[in-house]
C-alpha cells in the first residue's frame, strides 16, 4: 500500500534540501544563496505549465527548513469580468478569503502552492543545483586564470596531440599550440614546465587559456620569481628582445644608487640567471644596463661587443655605430642576431660601422 507522503516528510525533504546546499558551499565555496536563488527561478519557470504564465509567481524557499511555497499576485476583480485565474480573483471569493474590506482593482498576494509541487520541485532542484555547481566551476576557473593573465604559470604535458600539446593547468586543460611553441624544445608526458598566459576567454563550456613559450614576457616572469629586487619593485625590467629557443636581451633599471640591476638579475655565482636559463632549455640571456639617453642605451645592447662611438639621429631613430675591427663579429653575432636584437630593444635601426667597412641593420 502506498506510504501518504505527510507534512513532516515534506519539511525533512526540505531541511535534506538545505543540508546538501550547505554541504556544497562548505566544499566548493559555492554560496548556498546563489543555488538558493537558482532553484527558486527554475521552480518559478516550472510554474508556467501550472498557472500557464509564471510574471505574477513568486517561488519562496526557507532558508532554514527548506519549506517550498508558492505566491502568486492577483488584481480583484468584478464576478463577471473574471476569467483568468492564474492573475485574477473575483471580488466574491477574494471577500470570502481575506475580508468584506477588500475592494476591486486591489492586487493581493497569497499562496498557491500546488499539491504536487514537492516531487516537481525535487525534480527541478536536483538538476538546478547540477548547473549551478557547473556554472560557479567555469567562474571560478575563469576568475583563477584572469587573475594570472600576463603572468607565468605552471603546466603539466600530458601528451603531443600532432604539433600541439596538451597540458594540464590544475583546474582545467588548454593546448599550447605550435606557433607558441619553441621548436627546439621538446617535453615528456609528465614534466613540469612553465608558460607565459596571453589571454583567457570565457566560452559557452570551460575558459580557454592561451598560453606561450615564446613570447618575450616568459622571460620577464621568470626572473620576477627569481630575482627579489624585480619583486619588490627596486629593479625594473624596461625592454626586452627576444629570438626564442635562441637568446634574449634584457635591459633593466634601478633608481636606488646602490644597487646593481645586471648584477641582482645575474645573482651569486649566476644562480638567477641560470635558474631562467635552465627553464628555457638553455636559451641565452645578455643582461644590460639601461638608459635614457639614446647613445648609452645602443651602446649597452651591442654587448657583448665593445664600442668606440655612437652618432645618434633621434628623429629618424637611427644610429652608427663604430666598432674596433676586432668586433666587429661580435657586434653583429651569429648571422646577424647581436645586432638584429639590440635593434628590437632600443627602437633604432644601426649602421655598425668598423674601420674597413659599414654593415647595416
Not at 96 to 99: A, D, N, S, T, V
Given at each position: 500500500?502506498?506510504?501518504?507522503?505527510?507534512?513532516?516528510n515534506?519539511?525533512?525533504?526540505?531541511?535534506?534540501?538545505?543540508?546538501?546546499?550547505?554541504?556544497?558551499?562548505?566544499?566548493?565555496?559555492?554560496?548556498?544563496?546563489?543555488?538558493?536563488?537558482?532553484?527558486?527561478?527554475?521552480?518559478?519557470?516550472?510554474?508556467?505549465?501550472?498557472?500557464?504564465?509564471?510574471?505574477?509567481?513568486?517561488?519562496?524557499?526557507?532558508?532554514?527548513?527548506?519549506?517550498?511555497?508558492?505566491?502568486?499576485?492577483?488584481?480583484?476583480?468584478?464576478?463577471?469580468?473574471?476569467?483568468?485565474?492564474?492573475?485574477?480573483?473575483?471580488?466574491?471569493e477574494?471577500k470570502?478569503?481575506?475580508?468584506p474590506d477588500?475592494e476591486?482593482?486591489?492586487?493581493?498576494?497569497?499562496?498557491?502552492?500546488?499539491?504536487?509541487?514537492?516531487?516537481?520541485?525535487?525534480?527541478?532542484?536536483?538538476?538546478?543545483?547540477?548547473q549551478?555547481?557547473?556554472?560557479?566551476?567555469?567562474?571560478v576557473?575563469?576568475?583563477?586564470?584572469?587573475?594570472?593573465?600576463?603572468?607565468?604559470?605552471?603546466?603539466?604535458?600530458?601528451?603531443?596531440?600532432?604539433?600541439?600539446?596538451?597540458l594540464?593547468?590544475?583546474?582545467?586543460?588548454?593546448?599550447?599550440?605550435?606557433?607558441?611553441?619553441?621548436?627546439?624544445?621538446?617535453?615528456?608526458?609528465?614534466?613540469?614546465?612553465?608558460?607565459?598566459?596571453?589571454?583567457?576567454?570565457?566560452?559557452?563550456?570551460?575558459?580557454?587559456?592561451?598560453?606561450?613559450?615564446?613570447?618575450?614576457?616568459?622571460?620577464?616572469?621568470?626572473?620576477?620569481?627569481?630575482?627579489?629586487?624585480?619583486?619588490?619593485?627596486?629593479?625594473?625590467?624596461?625592454?626586452?628582445?627576444?629570438?626564442?629557443?635562441?637568446?634574449?636581451?634584457?635591459?633593466?633599471?634601478?633608481?636606488?644608487?646602490?644597487?646593481?640591476?645586471?648584477?641582482?638579475?645575474?645573482?651569486?655565482?649566476?644562480c638567477?640567471?641560470?635558474?631562467?636559463?635552465?627553464?628555457?632549455?638553455?636559451?641565452?640571456?645578455?643582461?644590460?644596463?639601461?638608459?635614457?639617453?639614446?647613445?648609452?642605451?645602443?651602446?649597452?645592447?651591442?654587448?657583448?661587443?665593445?664600442?668606440?662611438?655612437?652618432?645618434?639621429?633621434?628623429?629618424?631613430?637611427?644610429?652608427?655605430?663604430?666598432?674596433?675591427d676586432?668586433?666587429?663579429?661580435?657586434?653583429?653575432?651569429?648571422?646577424?642576431?647581436?645586432?638584429?636584437?639590440?635593434?628590437?630593444?632600443?627602437?633604432?635601426?644601426i649602421?655598425?660601422?668598423?674601420?674597413?667597412?659599414?654593415?647595416?641593420f
Open positions: 500500500m502506498a506510504t501518504k507522503k505527510t507534512k513532516s515534506v519539511n525533512s525533504d526540505g531541511k535534506e534540501l538545505i543540508n546538501a546546499l550547505a554541504a556544497i558551499e562548505k566544499e566548493m565555496q559555492i554560496d548556498k544563496d546563489v543555488m538558493l536563488k537558482a532553484v527558486e527561478d527554475s521552480l518559478k519557470n516550472a510554474c508556467k505549465s501550472q498557472f500557464g504564465s509564471s510574471e505574477n509567481i513568486r517561488v519562496q524557499i526557507d532558508k532554514k527548513t527548506g519549506e517550498i511555497k508558492v505566491f502568486a499576485d492577483v488584481t480583484i476583480v468584478e464576478d463577471a469580468e473574471w476569467f483568468d485565474e492564474a492573475k485574477e480573483i473575483g471580488i466574491t477574494a470570502l478569503k481575506y475580508g477588500v476591486v482593482g486591489t492586487v493581493l498576494t497569497h499562496e498557491v502552492t500546488p499539491k504536487n509541487f514537492g516531487r516537481i520541485a525535487a525534480q527541478n532542484a536536483k538538476q538546478t543545483i547540477v549551478t555547481i557547473r556554472q560557479q566551476e567555469r567562474q576557473a575563469y576568475d583563477f586564470f584572469k587573475e594570472r593573465q600576463h603572468h607565468v604559470i605552471t603546466g603539466i604535458v600530458q601528451r603531443y596531440n600532432g604539433n600541439k600539446i596538451q594540464n593547468l590544475g583546474k582545467l586543460d588548454t593546448t599550447l599550440v605550435e606557433k607558441e611553441q619553441v621548436p627546439t624544445e621538446r617535453f615528456r608526458p609528465t614534466d613540469r614546465v612553465k608558460v607565459y598566459v596571453v589571454d583567457v576567454k570565457k566560452t559557452q563550456r570551460d575558459p580557454k587559456v592561451i598560453v606561450s613559450r615564446t613570447h618575450p614576457d616568459l622571460v620577464r616572469g621568470l626572473f620576477e620569481e627569481e630575482v627579489t629586487e624585480l619583486q619588490d619593485g627596486s629593479v625594473e625590467i624596461m625592454k626586452i628582445a627576444r629570438e626564442a629557443g635562441s637568446r634574449t636581451k634584457i635591459a633593466v633599471y634601478t633608481k636606488i644608487p646602490n644597487i646593481d640591476p645586471v648584477g641582482a638579475c645575474v645573482g651569486v655565482n649566476g638567477r640567471v641560470n635558474a631562467v636559463v635552465e627553464e628555457l632549455k638553455g636559451e641565452k640571456i645578455d643582461i644590460i644596463v639601461w638608459s635614457d639617453i639614446p647613445a648609452i642605451l645602443i651602446e649597452n645592447a651591442l654587448s657583448p661587443a665593445s664600442v668606440i662611438t655612437v652618432d645618434v639621429d633621434v628623429d629618424e631613430k637611427h644610429a652608427e655605430v663604430l666598432v674596433p676586432d668586433q666587429l663579429s661580435l657586434a653583429i653575432g651569429k648571422e646577424g642576431q647581436n645586432a638584429r636584437l639590440a635593434a628590437k630593444l632600443t627602437g633604432y635601426t649602421d655598425i660601422k668598423s674601420e674597413s667597412g659599414l654593415l647595416n
